[in-house]
């Protein structure tokens, strides 16, 4: 099954921790279920990530990386 | 409801207003209060005329430390004053200045920047921050 991603954000570039408070901003925006990928460069956001949705309930449903781009997936709680 | 980080800036050096920001807008992201208190330097920093400006940097830089600085910036990064705009925007982040500093400084509240939501004294500062940490910078 192909994950419908609602929306995505490109947070190339962006230093910590804005990659996660665009994330936070954008999810504000998006309704329960709806699907969220961002790309991110900053070395610290796997660990970001995994933190922010644990303490948020935000889910990861996937992760990757393709060079220095780090993708995610996050499912709205 | 969930206690608040409370941040007590004093220095007014760029880095160090810029590891708050990060501080504070890391926490805004994960739904914690935060409240921010601005004495002496800090508070200086907030100056509407001022806050754009180059505050430099804390000695320990030196001149390695200057240029990583302004390569970060030149690579883009978000000046310390935009960190507290977005998590502003984001969360619950209430940034006020310490009355006696403004008293210091000879400053009105029309000096400050839009940042700055008002000023307080210390014990209300110590009544909003309730059982959270409290930090030093």
């Known amino acids: 099954m192909t994950l419908e991603i609602a929306r995505t954000l490109d947070a190339k570039g ?30 610290g956001s796997v660990k970001d990530f995994a933190a922010w949705s644990k303490s948020t309930g935000n889910e990861v449903v996937e992760q990757s990386q393709d060079g220095g781009v780090f993708r995610f997936v996050l499912r709205k709680k | 409801m969930e206690q608040p980080l409370n941040l007590v800036l004093f220095s007014g050096t760029d880095d160090k207003l810029q590891a708050a920001a990060v501080l504070t807008a890391g926490a805004a992201a994960l739904g914690k ?82 940042l700055v939501d008002g000023v307080e004294g210390v014990t209300a500062f110590y009544l909003n921050a309730g059982e959270g940490q409290v930090v030093f910078i």
């Open chain 2, 33 to 114: 209060p935060v409240n921010v208190f601005l004495q002496y330097w800090a508070l200086d920093a907030f100056r509407k005329d001022r806050i754009d400006r180059d505050h430099g940097l804390a000695p320990e830089a030196g001149d390695e430390g200057r240029a990583a600085v302004d390569g970060l910036r030149a690579a883009g990064q978000a000046s310390w004053a935009e960190t507290l705009r977005q998590a502003k925007d984001l969360g619950e982040v209430d940034i006020q200045a310490c009355s006696l500093s403004m008293d210091l400084l000879r400053l009105e509240e029309s000096d400050l920047d839009d």
């Open chain 1, 14 to 43: 962006l230093s910590c921790p804005l990659p996660i408070v665009k994330t936070a901003q954008a999810m504000k925006d998006m309704s329960s279920g709806q699907l969220l990928e961002v790309l991110a460069t900053d070395p």
